[in-house]
Nanobody
Framework: QVQLVESGGGLVQPGGSLRLSCAAS????????MGWYRQAPGKQRELVAVVTSGGSTNYTDSVKGRFTISRDNAMVFLQMNSLKPEDTAVYYC?????????WGKGTLVTVSS
């Protein structure tokens, strides 16, 4: 069992930055991977970034070079730079525990001028 709580969302202008944080509790040592999903209004939820227990990272093409995912014990972070209006979405912390998916409740990121 894993519980995930996100924070750090908010309103930012295009070109700005935000850092999302996720605090995980539960069976932390058995989490294979953690990451971030996002869901924009009227669109499907998409996987944005992943970091595995071995430290490997992967990103969806639209955020490569702008977003950075990192993990420190029971915390996972998403540094978002050069934000664009199309990044506006609810961002969800995610983890893979024995092939089971868990999500937090989400934090809203709005990129608007």
């Amino acid at each position: 069992q894993v519980q995930l709580v996100e924070s750090g969302g908010g309103l930012v202008q295009p070109g700005g930055s935000l850092r999302l944080s996720c605090a995980a509790s539960g069976i932390i040592s058995r989490i294979y991977a953690m990451g971030w999903y996002r869901q924009a209004p009227g669109k499907q939820r998409e996987l944005v970034a992943v970091v595995t227990s071995g430290g490997s990272t992967n990103y969806t093409d639209s955020v490569k070079g702008r977003f950075t995912i990192s993990r420190d014990n029971a915390m996972v972070f998403l540094q978002m730079n050069s934000l664009k209006p199309e990044d506006t979405a609810v961002y969800y912390c995610w983890c893979d525990l024995f092939a089971m998916n868990f999500w937090g409740k989400g934090t809203l990121v709005t990129v608007s001028s």
